[in-house]
Every structure is written in structure tokens, then in C-alpha cells.
């Protein structure tokens, strides 16, 4: 199978030319390397025999394809070579020596001898390599277990709660994925005007506590000599929270802004009482400092309003204002929502194991003619062969040998 015709970027994008050996796992390496695919470039991920420690990872499809590794390694090549081969690491090797000018990138999060950027420095000089560690040091770490040291733990979750509370939305992955994916375009960039390589580490851990600096929570402890208490619903410093509506939906109402305050207060038809409220109180509500001290009181008033009508009626009053605002909705809610299934960003894919369904491309928009068409995930070593046979120069026999011994392993003709 051609691999356009499964909708991987040849021309037109901005990293078209560019070539990324991914060996990563998980959530960060891969999603570092699904952002530079769906820009454009070319990125093959090398996975062992039976695919790496996330290829079964859930969620699941019926079938038990990982929905989580479909999603994370979309628009992307597969080779599968066994890394306990010494022919195995040498066709890994050999493919990254050799892949032009736009090659030589390793994307990983592995820690081998044999990948490493000294070793592989030595056969690609102006080689570009970027590890993701877990801690600084080297040292294992996963988001959980830095988030849960980076203190938003102890920060999430209702005012009365003792104990710790997670959160689901891995976020230091995320971050970190996306500050390898500029890293690599930042060293690409730099090898362009020099020629010179260069080897990059970004560790979780740092990810998250730059985070936590750069949002101002550490220097308000350290300043202050406090840690932040839990608020909750509420937001820290404003006015924010979600309200129950009389047929039992949420809404999360969101006033950043005096106009947004006077907006929802006008809305809510509750000028009066809240003109009184802050007359009693000697507050001024216009003031976003004011509006978050007394902000139960607030929602209180708000409450009773919100409760007394249904969701449309809020809609419809919430409509002109500048307040901002949304509706709770569920994973479904939002994957079976007419909004959703109509923004560019989505596109329907069909995905072996799983079926057809809705899947994002890039949320950046590059203008480039049909960008955003979201490209299908490989099958486990779709393209070992055409790569083995077009890059490295193998015959068909050569292939065939390499199979049989399971050095190397190809998607079945019944998987594709």
C-alpha cells in the first residue's frame, strides 16, 4: 500500500523535506512526533516485535485495537525491527545515517547504548537527537507521579477535601510532547544556518515545574510563604463557577472582566439585589479582586437564577452578553455533537481494527490547500519492507531472510 494513499503528507506542508526517527512510547515522544507528521514531515516509528509497551494500552476498540495508540501515532510510518538483534539495531542505525538532509533526527524516550546521541553522533555527524527523561537526572518518572511532586494535586479538587485529588488529563505529557516537537525545530533550524548537530534532553519533571513557575504558583508560595488552598469550582482570583440549571444540566459561567460581570448580572436580571449586596458589604463588584472575595455570596444569588430556569432560557438570555460561558458535556456528548463533527479540524478516517470515525488533524492552520484531512494510523510494521526496500536498499530476498529469523516484521496482507 502506498503510503499517500492513506493520506500521509507528500508536498505542500511546512515540514515537508523533513525526516524524524521516532523511538518513544507512551504519550509525550509520540505525541511530539504525530505534531511534526501532521505538519508535514516524515516520521517512521520503530516499535520491537509485538509492538512497545503502549501498543495495547486503553482505551480499546472492540477489537482490541488501542484507541490510544491509534490516536497518539496518526499520519506516521511503522517499522519494526527487534532491538535485541544486533542486525536489528543496525538496520535502525543504518536508516538514520542515511536519510538526507532532512534526516539524521532521532526523537526518543529510550535509554540504549546503542541510541544514544554519542553513539549515533559517531555515524551522523550533524545528527539532531532529543531524549524525553523522566526526571532531570535520568531517573524513571510518568506524569502521575510528577504531578503528584509539583503540588497541583493538592490544589485540585473541593474546598473540604483532605487528601490528594488527580486529575485525568495527562498535561505535563502533553507539554512535554509539544516542547520536543519545537525543540527538534529549533535544532533543525540552527543545523540549517551552521550545519552543525546538536543533542537536546527535555525531562518531564522540568516541564512541569517550569509550568508551575511560569503560572506564578511557586513564586506565591515562596513570596506569600503559603500554598494555595483549594477552591474548588471557583477560579483563583475571579469570578467563575458552574451553576445548575432547572433541568439538570451545568453550565460553567466564566467573568473575567467588569463588562463580563455587569453582562451576566444584567442577564440574570439581578442588578438590584447584587447593587445591594455590594452596598451592605462595602465591596465594589466591578473590581475582579472584590468579586472573588465575596464570590460564594455571589454564586448564591447567581444559583437561584440559574436553577429557576432551563438550559435553553439560559442560552437565550446568555446570548448577547460577553460573559463566557459553556455547557458540561461528556466525552460522548462532545464526539456525537453536531459542532464538533462539523469543525475542519475533524475528519472521518478509517482505521484498521477500529472502523470509520472522527479523528483531529492539526489544530494549526497552515493554509495550505486540504492541511487539515487527518491521516489514519500505520498498521504495526506497515512499512517495514518499503523502507528496508526503498531506504536501506534491500532486496525482497534480504526482507524475506529477515522475517523468517524475526529480526524484522511486517503488517500482515489480512491487516492491511
Known amino acids: 500500500m502506498s503510503v499517500h494513499s492513506r493520506g500521509l503528507p507528500a508536498t505542500g506542508k511546512p515540514l515537508a523535506g523533513l525526516r524524524v526517527i521516532e523511538v518513544a512510547t507512551f504519550v509525550a515522544g509520540p505525541l511530539g512526533g504525530m505534531t511534526l507528521a501532521q505538519l508535514g514531515a516524515e516520521v ?28 497518539l501515532n496518526k499520519g506516521k510510518r511503522s517499522l519494526v525491527a527487534d532491538f535485541r538483534s544486533p542486525e536489528g539495531r543496525d538496520l535502525v542505525i543504518r536508516l538514520i545515517a542515511g536519510s538526507g538532509p532532512g534526516g539524521g533526527i532521532v526523537l526518543t524516550n529510550a535509554d540504549r547504548p546503542w541510541l544514544s546521541y554519542e553513539a549515533l553522533s559517531a555515524v551522523r555527524p550533524d545528527l539532531i537527537h532529543l531524549r524525553i527523561d523522566g526526571l532531570r537526572d535520568g531517573r524513571p518518572a510518568v506524569d502521575y507521579t510528577v504531578n503528584a511532586s509539583t503540588g497541583f494535586p493538592l490544589v485540585t479538587g473541593p474546598e473540604e477535601h483532605a487528601g490528594p485529588v488527580n486529575h485525568v488529563l495527562p498535561a505535563w505529557d502533553v507539554a512535554c510532547g509539544l516542547y520536543a516537537a519545537i525543540g527538534i525545530l529549533g535544532a533543525e533550524r540552527q543545523r540549517r544556518l551552521t550545519g552543525a548537530g546538536q543533542q537536546l534532553t527535555v525531562a518531564l519533571d522540568d516541564v512541569a515545574l517550569a509550568t508551575a513557575g511560569n503560572l506564578g504558583f511557586l513564586a506565591e508560595a515562596e513570596v506569600n510563604g503559603a500554598s494555595r488552598r483549594r477552591v474548588g469550582n471557583h477560579l483563583y482570583g475571579s469570578f467563575a463557577r458552574d451553576f445548575a440549571t432547572r433541568d439538570g444540566r451545568r453550565v460553567m459561567v466564566v467573568a473575567l472582566t467588569g463588562r ?48 429557576a430556569h432551563d438550559l435553553d432560557q439560559v442560552r437565550e438570555a446568555l446570548a448577547p452578553a ?86 524484522v516484521a511486517t503488517a500482515s496482507p489480512s491487516e492491511r
Not at 453536531?338 to 472522527?358: A, F, K, T
Open 322 to 407: 460577553s460573559t463566557l460561558w459553556s455547557v458540561y458535556r461528556s466525552f460522548r456528548e462532545v464526539a456525537e455533537s453536531d459542532d464538533v463533527r462539523v469543525n475542519p479540524l475533524m475528519g472521518v478516517i478509517e482505521q484498521p481494527g477500529v472502523g470509520r470515525y472522527h479523528a483531529p488533524a492539526s489544530p494549526i492552520v497552515t493554509g495550505t490547500a486540504g492541511d487539515r484531512a487527518p491521516a489514519r494510523a500505520p498498521l504495526l510494521g506497515e512499512d517495514t519492507a518499503e523502507i528496508l526496500r526503498a531506504d536501506l536498499g534491500l532486496s525482497d530476498e534480504d526482507i524475506t531472510e529477515l522475517r523468517k529469523r524475526g529480526v
Open 44 to 71: 517512521i516509528r520503530v516499535d520491537p516485535p509485538g509492538g512497545a509497551a503502549d501498543y495495547t494500552r486503553w482505551p480499546l476498540a472492540a477489537s482490541g485495537t488501542s484507541l490510544y495508540w491509534t490516536g
Open 260 to 307: 463580563h460581570w455587569a453582562d451576566l448580572v444584567a442577564a440574570a436580571g439581578l442588578t438590584g439585589p447584587v447593587s445591594a449586596l455590594e452596598q451592605a458589604l462595602g465591596a465594589d463588584f466591578s473590581a475582579e479582586a472584590d468579586r472573588y472575595a465575596y464570590r460564594d455570596s455571589l454564586a448564591g444569588l447567581l444559583q437561584r437564577w440559574f436553577g
